[in-house]
């Protein structure tokens, strides 16, 4: 089961990633009350982008969707929603905060097979609303009130326009929403840098059953964390030379990268997508339940670690590697558990992870304790404060 309130690890994105151009206060920011009705028909003319694909990682079920229904109904006060008027569309908004709400929304009123309806349930005030859908609703006299209620009842809407760059995005959301839940940078950057390879991403996140498996998922991560360490495996195998000690460029230049260049890099991101999946298997074939986790000197810790991740993946997507690594699977295990005890291994992989320093550190130690089991494994070099990949 997916809990919002512990991400898988401590090494994702983080908003100190940021740097300081969101601090650069530029944008202009108009707070409005929205009525429902308006809120869906600028859903439905496309000027609120409520991609149908985000019911693929919706984290509410329909009960949540039937108690906010209910809310407006009810006329008792909602969230804010928090939305950005496209740079390069005036009238096109992204959603910054509040995409579970609107998807509720738009579901409820569906008319369509795009979003996915549903009837009310679970309602503990409105009980004879319990079994209502929105065609019962909009149809039936005794309901009428309801409805009026329902499609007048208004949402403080925030439009932030003008803004400088995604960083600023993150900046203004958590100053407008300082106890919510922010949104992840990965959910960003799905509407920010849109393209055919971010919808490859999502597409194979979602239905990958091994990346899942491996990150205690049972579901796709509604926060797209699962997305995200996809990216992080393609920004590491080809443009870790790059790497500046701030992660979020690195995965951003990557996405963009793989956007314009879909068409002519199709084969190759395909052949390093197998490569992932191939990598996962061999990581599980050798540390079974504990793959991708830290060892603590009794166990294999719970929650995946993304540090611990880089070095499988960074040798494991070489065939050669995970087939001598599969033969001394014994051996290999062990000097991993042992590496975990190395101080300068386990502070790499531990605290900040993110350091130029860290992240090659601990790649380097790993494939020298690979290379003593007879794994063909290539070793990076550090020249000028960048890492440079010997394969």
Same mark, same amino acid.
């Given at each position: 089961?997916? #809990? ?7 090494q994702q994105e983080e908003y100190e990633d940021l740097g300081e ?12 009350? !929205? ?127 003008? !803004?400088?760059?995604?960083?600023f995005l993150y900046t203004v959301f958590l100053r407008l929403n ?41 579901? +796709? ?27 979020? +460029? ?8 793989? #956007?314009?260049? !879909? ?41 995946? #670690? ?13 065939? #050669? ?37 860290s992240i090659y550190t601990r790649i380097r130690l790993w494939g ?24």
């Amino acid at each position: 089961m997916i #809990n919002d309130s512990t991400p898988p690890d401590d090494q994702q994105e983080e908003y100190e990633d940021l740097g300081e151009s969101g601090k650069r206060y530029q944008a202009v920011i108009n707070q409005a009350d !929205w009525t429902v009705e308006t809120i869906i028909q600028q859903i439905d003319k496309g000027n609120i982008e409520l991609n149908p694909d985000f019911q693929r990682r919706e984290a509410w079920r329909s009960v949540r969707k039937s108690q906010y229904i209910e809310s407006l109904i009810m006329n008792v006060p909602v969230p804010q929603i928090v939305l950005a008027e496209r740079k390069d569309k005036r009238g096109k908004f992204i959603v910054i905060d509040g995409k579970q709400r609107l998807l509720a929304l738009r579901q409820f009123h569906s008319g369509d097979e795009v979003f996915k309806k549903f009837a009310l349930e679970g309602l503990s005030i409105r009980t004879d609303l319990n079994g209502i859908d929105y065609l019962r609703l909009s149809s039936d006299f005794l309901l009428e009130q309801d409805l009026n209620a329902l499609e007048n009842s208004t949402i403080r809407t925030a439009v932030i326009r003008n !803004w400088n760059d995604e960083n600023f995005l993150y900046t203004v959301f958590l100053r407008l929403n300082t106890g919510s839940v922010p949104l992840s940078p990965q959910e960003l950057r799905q509407a920010l840098i849109p393209g055919e390879f971010v919808k490859f991403v999502d597409r194979y996140s979602r239905e990958s059953n091994a990346l899942h498996a491996v990150m205690g998922l049972s579901r +796709p991560d509604p926060r797209m964390r699962d997305a995200e360490l996809v990216i992080r495996y393609f920004a590491f195998r080809n443009f870790l030379d790059i790497y500046t000690g701030n992660l979020k +460029p690195l995965l951003d230049y990557t996405a963009r990268h793989f #956007n314009q260049a !879909w068409v002519a890099d199709r084969r190759k991101i395909d052949g390093q997508i197998t490569d992932f999946e191939s990598s996962i298997d061999t990581t599980v074939r050798i540390f079974g339940s504990g793959a991708f986790r830290k060892w603590n000197g009794i166990r294999f810790e719970r929650p995946l #670690n993304r540090a611990v991740f880089d070095v499988m993946m960074y040798y494991f997507n070489d065939l #050669n590697v995970r087939l001598a690594a599969e033969d001394s699977k014994v051996g290999v295990e062990l000097a991993f558990k042992s590496l975990c005890e190395n101080e300068r291994f386990r502070s790499s992989i531990e605290g900040t992870t993110k350091t130029i320093e860290s992240i090659y550190t601990r790649i380097r130690l790993w494939g020298e304790v690979l290379q003593h089991y007879n794994v063909p494994a290539t070793l990076p070099q550090l020249i000028n404060n960048k890492i440079i990949r010997g394969d």
